[in-house]
């Protein structure tokens, strides 16, 4: 199997789990729905900087990537196998002569089925464009606020296991308002967080205040050990050199570790 074919094979597969239209991931990569329908089709693999563009909104590493491709194409290759073969039964016996790796196989056909049935208590379809629009609200504000925003997998992910669906599309219609009111609570903070941060001052007076009470009361941590952390973190000598993003992100950093101190 060839390279394009495989990126082809995986990158549907993705965009499947995601639920991700062409449309979608247009959007989020920037890249031409014309060439991204190419990848899909196996006639073109992407160059360096459209593959890091869709491996970033996707949410996958490199390495993760790479696992994804071979488990994906593996799978693939083995219901190819059963359905020209049929089902694996052990045992070294030959069928019209063909000897397979000491098993034979029935002529059973093995097809990928699509779990999520629509049944009329589920949302309707313009319920599932509204969820799917704060989604992508959460995704660009995630971007604008964070130095390490979650991606449009990772939301959908959250989402969906705070809805516990494997679908989004299988949220149950008395369900909607409480999987609405989750999204606008997330989109709330989001643009809570950069309303606020656009008053330089009075935001940076209020991170320094909160990181350096949390630390200390919570973590019982000195000025030293906090300024260490922060070296060790972002190579700068104290909260006053970091960027505002720097800055958001040690505060989230540290509000995190006080609430694991408090859970214990």
């Known amino acids: 199997m060839k390279n394009n074919e495989k990126f082809s094979i995986l990158l549907a597969k993705l965009m499947a789990c ?7 991931l247009s959007k989020f990569t920037g890249i031409s729905q014309s060439r991204l329908s190419k990848y899909l089709s196996g006639k ?16 996958y590493t490199g390495e993760e990537l790479f696992n994804s491709i071979q488990k994906k194409i593996e799978e ?6 059963k359905n020209k ?19 034979f196989y029935h002529n059973t056909k093995v097809k990928e089925v699509n779990p999520y ?11 599932a464009f509204h969820l799917k629009e704060l989604i992508t609200k959460i995704v660009e504000l995630e971007k ?11 939301v ?3 989402f969906k296991k705070y809805c516990k669906v494997s679908t989004y599309r299988a949220i149950k219609k008395s369900d909607y308002a409480r999987s609405e009111a989750y999204l606008n609570k997330w989109n709330g903070r989001l643009k809570k967080t950069k309303a606020f941060a656009s008053d330089e001052e009075k935001y940076r007076k ?6 350096h009470s949390a630390a200390r009361i919570n973590l019982k941590w000195s000025k030293e050990d906090i300024d260490n952390y922060i070296f060790d973190q972002y190579q700068k000598e104290s909260m006053k050199d970091l960027s505002k993003l720097e800055l958001e992100n040690l505060y989230t950093r540290i509000m995190n570790m006080k609430q694991r101190v408090k859970n214990k």
């Open 206 to 211: 209020d991170r320094y205040r909160a990181i």
């Open 85 to 103: 073969y049929g089902n694996v039964i052990n045992g070294n016996n030959q069928i019209n002569g063909n000897i397979i790796a000491g098993n």
């Open 144 to 154: 604008e606020v964070k130095i390490k925003p979650k991606g449009y997998a990772a």
């Open 18 to 24: 995601m639920e991700f239209t062409q449309l979608d």
């Open 44 to 59: 073109e693999l992407p160059n360096l900087e459209n593959f890091l563009k869709i491996i970033s909104v996707i949410g």
């Open 76 to 81: 693939k290759e083995m219901i190819e196998q």
């Open 117 to 127: 049935s629509p049944s009329e208590d589920d949302i309707t379809e313009e319920q």
């Open 156 to 158: 959908w992910n959250a």
